[in-house]
């Protein structure tokens, strides 16, 4: 059975989808089965996996309305060695359209349980909102990974998404749990990013990831070339780092 994980944050830019995409690239190095699952119709994810939105056959807009399935939605990914359930901004649209189903935060979770066997994680990039598309999102989830930056405003709206989590789990989904807080963007040079670190620690323990993804060049450029950081420049602090946080991740898995 697969695990399933969540990359949210309702800050915009703080990282998800290089997380996603990273961690769907470097669990894949580690021999695991990996769906990436865009979520967000921005199509951020689909586009740094090498997969052009503008031109999908089927998207998951398709499968949250019932009109198609995963594995005819799904591609591969440009590296080939992750599988893609890719977005568009039709998925927007999705959101209104929901509106009228019956069980609308679950239709996520039911279309990805027909490929549950098929691989040992499926990650999902949630959108820049606590929408019904991330609520989706959250009840199809074992867990959520949320990035963050290390600077002053990255507390504020934490425990809006804490608060989200909480109700998830009392109300629509048990197995939901924060998996870890992951620092991102990491500046060492800054004395901001070292005490909010500290703070995220003295906070959070051990819910907060001991790898820290750097702030590095490499992870921006890569995704235009439609590539993750981790395959377009493997010895960059970045890819490493995502790299050890893959590990971490599996590692982590293994205690839940
Ligand atoms: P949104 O909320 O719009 O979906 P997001 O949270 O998914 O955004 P990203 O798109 O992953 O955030 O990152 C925002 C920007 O920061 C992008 O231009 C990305 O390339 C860049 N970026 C992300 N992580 C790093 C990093 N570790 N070092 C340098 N640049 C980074
Ligand atoms: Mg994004």
Request: aromatic share 6%; net charge negative; charged share 20%.
């Given at each position: 059975?697969?695990?399933?994980?969540?990359?949210?944050?309702?800050?915009?830019?703080?990282?998800?989808?290089?997380?996603?995409?990273?961690?769907?690239?470097?669990?894949?190095?580690?021999?695991?089965?990996?769906?990436?699952?865009?979520?967000?119709?921005?199509?951020?994810?689909t586009?740094?996996?090498g997969?052009?939105?503008?031109?999908?056959?089927?998207?998951?807009?398709?499968?949250?309305?019932?009109?198609?399935?995963?594995?005819?939605?799904?591609?591969?990914?440009?590296?080939?060695?992750?599988?893609?359930?890719?977005?568009?901004?039709?998925?927007?649209?999705?959101?209104?359209?929901?509106?009228?189903?019956?069980?609308?935060?679950?239709?996520?979770?039911?279309?990805?349980?027909?490929?549950?066997?098929?691989?040992?994680?499926?990650?999902?990039?949630?959108p820049?909102?606590?929408?019904?598309?991330?609520l989706?999102?959250?009840?199809?989830?074992?867990?959520?990974?949320?990035?963050?930056?290390?600077?002053?405003?990255?507390?504020?709206?934490?425990?809006?998404?804490?608060?989200?989590?909480?109700?998830?789990?009392?109300?629509?989904?048990?197995?939901?749990?924060?998996?870890?807080?992951?620092?991102v963007?990491?500046?060492?040079?800054?004395t901001?990013?070292?005490?909010?670190?500290?703070?995220?620690?003295?906070?959070?323990?051990?819910?907060?990831?001991?790898?820290?993804?750097?702030?590095?060049?490499?992870?921006?450029?890569?995704?235009?070339?439609?590539?993750?950081?981790?395959?377009?420049?493997?010895s960059?602090?970045?890819?490493?780092?995502?790299l050890?946080?893959?590990?971490?991740?599996?590692?982590?898995?293994?205690?839940?």
């Amino acid at each position: 059975m697969a695990k399933i994980f969540c990359v949210a944050n309702q800050k915009g830019g703080v990282g998800k989808t290089t997380t996603a995409v990273n961690l769907a690239a470097g669990l894949a190095q580690l021999n695991q089965r990996v769906l990436l699952v865009d979520l967000d119709p921005q199509g951020n994810a689909t586009m740094g996996a090498g997969i052009n939105k503008a031109e999908l056959q089927s998207s998951i807009y398709e499968v949250m309305l019932g009109l198609a399935d995963v594995p005819t939605a799904r591609v591969q990914s440009e590296t080939g060695r992750f599988d893609v359930l890719p977005a568009n901004r039709e998925l927007a649209g999705a959101e209104v359209e929901m509106v009228e189903l019956d069980n609308r935060e679950r239709r996520l979770k039911e279309a990805l349980n027909a490929v549950n066997d098929q691989y040992d994680f499926m990650l999902i990039d949630c959108p820049p909102a606590l929408s019904m598309l991330t609520l989706n999102g959250l009840c199809a989830a074992h867990g959520v990974i949320i990035p963050m930056q290390c600077e002053y405003y990255a507390l504020e709206g934490l425990s809006d998404l804490v608060n989200t989590i909480k109700k998830v789990h009392a109300k629509l989904n048990t197995d939901l749990k924060i998996i870890g807080l992951l620092r991102v963007m990491f500046d060492p040079r800054m004395t901001l990013s070292q005490q909010v670190s500290s703070q995220l620690e003295e906070h959070f323990g051990d819910k907060v990831f001991k790898t820290i993804i750097p702030r590095n060049v490499r992870l921006a450029e890569a995704p235009s070339y439609g590539m993750p950081g981790i395959n377009f420049d493997p010895s960059s602090k970045g890819a490493q780092a995502y790299l050890a946080f893959g590990a971490e991740m599996v590692e982590r898995i293994r205690t839940l």
